[in-house]
């Protein structure tokens, strides 16, 4: 059986969008061949990336699109269960998601870009 190819990194964004604790910015994956959305925000200086999957039960996060910040913008807060994970690690900090943790994607930022980089389960969408 053949290895299944990894794409190449992938342009997210510039890393002017990426604001300090600030809005994020969301995109398409496919994780194990079904459609997810993931997002990238930036928090203390590093440009982070998850999957949009609450530890707890898998469901969306986001308080409005793009909003993932608790009030006081020191944690990642899921709307549905009230979860609260670390921003830099995705760990989770309190709530029902208990020891989980969220599926982190990789980015690098080169020449005020950003890029994530897909894995063997994380792969861009399909073309269409």
């Known amino acids: 059986m053949g290895e299944q190819a990894v794409a190449a990194p992938q342009r997210l964004c510039t890393s002017d969008e990426l604001a300090e604790r600030g809005k994020a910015v969301g995109f398409d994956v496919i994780q194990w061949r079904e459609p997810v959305r993931a997002f990238a925000l930036r928090y203390d200086g590093q440009a982070v990336a998850y999957l949009n999957r609450c530890a707890h039960v898998p469901t969306e996060m986001d308080w409005q699109e793009g909003e993932f910040l608790d009030r006081d913008k020191r944690f990642i807060m899921c709307s549905i269960h009230g979860a609260a994970y670390e921003p830099l690690t995705g760990?989770?900090?309190?709530?029902?998601?208990?020891?989980?943790?969220?599926?982190?994607?990789?980015?690098?930022?080169?020449?005020?870009?950003?890029?994530w980089h897909p894995t063997r389960d994380t792969q861009p969408p399909f073309e269409d």
């Open 91 to 115: 760990q989770c900090v309190m709530g029902p998601c208990t020891r989980g943790r969220l599926t982190r994607v990789e980015l690098t930022e080169r020449d005020g870009q950003v890029y």
